[in-house]
């Protein structure tokens, strides 16, 4: 079975940094691309960041560029999303997911971040 | 940055009933359209990609038609597990965007 379970959400203050993992099974990681897609409480899906199947290659929406970056262990079958320079406006639940012929499918349970004082 | 806008916000029926959902992208994006269910507290369930193709394990009531900036998701018989919010999602453009979501609730 695919499984894609996030976790290393939390409070955080603003302006502090955080990371986030996502341990995958049940398929052959290296050979897929990721996402890390958000959603803040009560609101809509949004992107946030990709990465190719080696890592040699990453984007990020427009609205955290510069402050997260997207990375990953092929021999631990994990992605991480390392968020810096943290603001309330990032307050979400973060899910990832794999690129199914491009789609997001599956998606992980998500993990919760609050950003506040 | 193509947006995605979802019609009704909220769609009240009955179980049994045929739902219609609605897509517009704000310029094409040829079929490369998704729509996507989320259930209270769980992550989003891929349903139906390049418009009109279900996602492994999906329930042939589920269908999807559309192209180029106009697209619909069909459920011909509501069960009484379909009742959720549905996203649709662009893969033409970078960055991918999603709607804002109709909320499918049990009149």
């Known amino acids: 079975e695919v499984q894609l379970v996030e976790s290393g959400g939390g409070l955080v203050q603003p302006g502090g940094s955080l990371r986030l993992s996502c341990a995958a099974s049940g398929f052959t990681f290296s050979s897929y691309w990721m996402h890390w897609v958000r959603q803040a409480p009560g609101k809509g899906l949004v992107w946030v960041s990709r990465?190719?199947?080696?890592?040699?290659?990453?984007s990020y929406a427009d609205s955290v560029k510069g402050r997260f970056t997207i990375s990953r262990d092929n021999a631990k079958n994990t992605l991480y999303l390392q968020m810096n320079s943290l603001r309330a406006e990032d307050t979400a639940v973060y899910y990832c997911?794999?690129?199914?012929?491009?789609?997001?499918?599956?998606w992980g349970q998500g993990t919760l971040v609050t950003v506040s004082s | 940055e193509i947006v995605l806008t979802q019609s009704p916000a909220t769609l009240s029926l009955s179980p049994g009933e045929r739902a219609t959902l609605s897509c517009r992208a704000s310029?094409?994006?040829?079929?490369?359209l998704a729509w996507y269910q989320q259930k209270p507290g769980q992550a989003p369930r891929l349903l139906i990609y390049?418009?009109?193709n279900r996602a492994t394990g999906i329930p042939a009531r589920f269908s999807g038609s559309g192209s180029g900036t106009d697209f619909t998701l069909t459920i011909s018989s509501l069960e009484p597990e379909d009742f959720a919010v549905y996203y649709c999602?662009?893969?033409?453009?970078?960055?991918?965007?999603f709607g804002q979501g109709t909320k499918l609730e049990i009149k």
């Open positions: 990465i190719n199947s080696d890592g040699s290659s990453t």
């Open positions: 997911a794999r690129d199914y012929i491009s789609w997001f499918d599956p």
């Open positions: 310029q094409s994006v040829s079929s490369y």
């Open positions: 390049d418009a009109s």
């Open positions: 999602q662009q893969r033409s453009n970078w960055p991918k965007t």
